[in-house]
């Protein structure tokens, strides 16, 4: 059997009573960490402008956006990566997906904090995609 449960905007006591009762039968509850449109849109929508233009970018560029097409005003990159971060991480705290969902996107570099760009998986490229295009549409 298979059950899927979705409960949107859930108060604070009934969703830890949720995963309270989800965390008794763990060995028996699959989590769907699966990027879909809607969290693709939730992720993108909350993201600021700027790290909106390095998803965007990466969506145009079929799953790559280099360096030098975000920096096309001279602008630095620096801390950009962390906007992508901590909005994954507020999703899990918002209740938006589960724990455990893979950053949609990543830099690119030769470490030392230096980025070459960005990389979206091409499994993602078109679910990011059609969230974009229903931002932008509403």
């Known amino acids: 059997m298979r059950i899927t449960?979705?409960?949107?905007?859930?108060?604070?006591?009934?969703?830890?009573?949720l995963l309270s009762l989800l965390a008794e039968h763990?060995?028996?509850?699959?989590?769907?960490?699966?990027?879909?449109?809607?969290?693709a849109e939730q992720y993108y929508r909350t993201l600021?402008?700027?790290a909106q233009?390095?998803?965007?970018?990466?969506?145009?560029?079929?799953?790559f956006v280099s360096d030098d097409d975000?920096?096309?005003?001279?602008?630095?990159?620096?801390?950009?990566?962390?906007?992508l971060k901590r909005i994954l991480e507020r999703g899990v705290r918002e209740g938006w997906w589960p724990a455990g969902m893979q950053?949609?996107?990543?830099?690119?570099?030769?470490g030392f904090?230096?980025?070459?760009g960005?990389?979206?998986?091409?499994?993602?490229?078109?679910?990011f995609f059609t969230a974009i295009e229903r931002y932008k549409q509403k």
């Open 5 to 17: 449960v979705t409960v949107e905007n859930p108060t604070g006591a009934f969703q830890e009573k």
């Open 26 to 39: 763990a060995t028996q509850v699959e989590v769907d960490t699966t990027w879909t449109v809607e969290r």
């Open 48 to 50: 600021p402008p700027r």
């Open 53 to 63: 233009d390095i998803v965007q970018g990466a969506v145009e560029g079929d799953g």
């Open 70 to 83: 975000l920096r096309t005003d001279g602008s630095s990159l620096r801390g950009h990566s962390g906007a």
């Open 103 to 110: 950053a949609p996107i990543q830099p690119q570099g030769p």
């Open 113 to 116: 904090g230096k980025v070459k």
């Open 118 to 127: 960005y990389r979206m998986p091409g499994d993602l490229v078109q679910t």
